[in-house]
């Protein structure tokens, strides 16, 4: 998207072995990024605009062909830091039950929906110091939960200059899913 060499030809300190690079292009391939002979696709232009891995980013540009953006670039978020939820071995089943809240069996993004929800609510009802309370008492990591909203709000402001319309995410409690 760059405009630069082939990625062979690139003159890396520690190049990727050959094997990588032709991972990288069967990935991409996959995702319709690029066509059959590296030609970068439209598909491939607008992954290069976003800040996340290529797979994630492929999320977010078949949730904004599907109206579920809103919900997506939160899941996107979620994928691209490292899990908020803490489970101390010393305390697995105080974890456990206090997490049961976020637990959704129909799908595990579904489940980062209702953290999500949960965390917002919180946010903006509670203080700094119960927020960061409620956290603990929730065996949440505040500091990825702060990334997570960060990584979120870099998401949707890419979006809103991309002319891409991402409202407020729907609640889990609700039937987010596929269209009939």
């Not at 439209?42 to 290529?54: A, K, S, W």
């Not at 979120?152 to 729907?170: C, R, V």
Request: proline share 4%; with cysteine.
């Amino acid at each position: 998207a760059l405009g630069l060499a082939a990625i062979e030809d690139f003159p890396f300190i520690d190049p990727p072995s050959q094997k990588a690079i032709a991972d990288g292009y069967a990935l991409l391939v996959e995702l319709g990024a690029v066509d059959e002979s590296r030609g970068l696709t439209e598909i491939g232009r607008r992954l290069g605009r976003l800040p996340v891995d290529p797979r994630i980013g492929r999320m977010v540009l078949a949730a904004r062909d599907e109206g579920s953006l809103a919900e997506v670039l939160v899941i996107a978020a979620a994928l691209a830091v490292q899990d908020p939820r803490e489970r101390p071995l010393e305390q697995a089943q105080a974890a456990d039950a206090a997490q049961k809240r976020f637990a959704e069996e129909r799908s595990d993004f579904l489940g980062h929906l209702k953290l999500w929800t949960f965390f917002e609510e919180a946010l903006h009802h509670e203080s700094n110091r119960k927020l960061h309370g409620l956290c603990r008492q929730h065996f949440l990591s505040f500091n990825r939960m702060r990334e997570w909203r960060d990584i979120h709000s870099q998401l949707k402001e890419l979006a809103g200059e991309l002319g891409w319309k991402a409202g407020a995410p729907h609640s889990s409690e609700h039937s987010i899913g596929c269209r009939q």
